[in-house]
């Protein structure tokens, strides 16, 4: 079935490193992944999206992209800052379902 | 402001009461969700409505229902709660094809 899945828990790095949060999603449906940030006690907010095979998208400074040979939707950003530590939710819209991955909690130090 | 909106922030209540939990959006999305995130973080979908079909999720116990007003309400009515329904409810709406969703604020319960 349709699933996406996040191998990391918990990701913890020192200010100014870069990061990639993996993602990977299962679809015999043409995919549309997203990428969620949520910060403490907030709700879960849009960071990027792409349907797009092999077209890198950004925001933020995060960047992404989808390809669909290796079914993954990487998100990444050069120089974490301490207001990145948050939890972040890769999603698979398969079909007009939703699907979320597990989550990565990013923990950013000084 | 266009958003979705939930009310309360959060709630304690004893076990075994009836809670009911209000979501709003003014975005003129055509599908609403209701979701629990619990002390682990994860996000498990319960509910999904448009104006036409109510999807439920079988895991979900039936102690929960959604009510609706139309297709810019969904609440969320726990009948009799149980120490295991603390978590943060998250209401969320998205129009129809490939776009994204938009979630509230949550209501965080606490059971006790």
């Known amino acids: 079935g349709d699933s996406v899945t996040q191998t990391e828990g918990l990701v913890t790095l020192t200010k100014g490193l870069p990061v990639m949060l993996n993602c990977t999603y299962q679809?015999?449906?043409?995919?549309?992944l997203f990428w969620y940030v949520q910060h403490l006690n907030e709700a879960p907010k849009l960071l990027l999206k792409?349907?797009?095979?092999?077209k890198r998208t950004e925001h933020q400074g995060f960047y992404a992209t989808l390809h669909k040979s290796s079914s993954s939707f990487h998100l990444q950003k050069s120089s974490v800052q301490l207001s990145d530590s948050a939890l972040y939710f890769c999603a698979l819209n398969s079909n007009n379902r939703i699907f979320f991955g597990d989550g990565t909690q990013l923990v950013v130090k000084p | 402001e266009t958003a979705v909106f939930q009310t309360p922030n959060y709630h304690v209540t004893q076990v075994g009461n009836e809670v009911s939990f209000n979501c709003k959006q003014t975005l003129g999305h055509d599908t609403m969700y209701w979701y629990k995130q619990d002390s682990k973080k994860l996000l498990k979908i319960m509910f999904s409505?448009?104006?036409?079909?109510?999807?439920v999720n079988e895991t979900v116990p039936r102690r929960f229902s959604p009510q609706s007003s139309d297709k810019a309400h969904l609440n969320l009515r726990i009948k009799s709660v149980e120490p295991e329904d603390s978590a943060v409810y998250l209401c969320?709406?998205?129009?129809?094809?490939?776009?994204?969703?938009?979630f509230g604020s949550g209501t965080r319960l606490l059971v006790i």
């Open positions: 409505y448009n104006n036409k079909q109510l999807i």
């Open positions: 679809t015999t449906y043409s995919p549309f």
């Open positions: 969320a709406s998205r129009d129809r094809g490939n776009s994204d969703y938009t």
């Open positions: 792409s349907s797009t095979d092999n």
